[in-house]
């Protein structure tokens, strides 16, 4: 059974940067879109940012447009999301996961890691 394990979560300060990355054992990411999404405590989970197989797509919430960036290393069977020009509303356990399609859907994203914790103070 294959695994996405996220980490590089953190506390910083508004206005930092954190990258998080998100590992997959077991299972190669090349045939997947893969996304990241984040739930903030009292809140439903949201769609962040997806990125294509190949990966020649990027798409974003429009509430992290210009600030975040999605990026895959097939090779290495990793993904990545670099947050530039943290706010405190970016407060929220990230998790990262994998879709057969190339989606902002939830629903379709079938494998899903445990989370990272961001924390942004203000």
């Known amino acids: 059974q294959g695994q996405l394990v996220e980490s590089g979560g953190g506390l910083v300060q508004a206005g930092g940067s954190l990258r998080l990355s998100c590992a997959a054992s077991?299972?190669?990411?090349?045939?997947?879109?893969m996304g990241w999404f984040r739930q903030a405590p009292g809140k439903e989970r949201e769609f962040v940012a997806t990125?294509?197989?190949?990966?020649?797509?990027?798409y974003y919430a429009d509430s992290v447009e210009g600030r975040f960036t999605i990026s895959r290393d097939n090779a290495k069977n990793l993904v990545y999301l670099q947050m530039h020009t943290l706010k405190p509303e970016d407060t929220a356990v990230y998790y990262c996961?994998?879709?057969?399609?190339?989606?902002?859907?939830?629903?379709?994203?079938?494998?899903w890691g445990q989370g990272t914790q961001v924390t942004v103070s203000s």
């Open positions: 990125i294509s197989r190949d990966p020649s797509l990027t």
């Open positions: 996961a994998a879709s057969a399609s190339y989606s902002v859907l939830l629903a379709s994203y079938k494998f």
């Open positions: 077991g299972r190669s990411i090349s045939t997947y879109a």
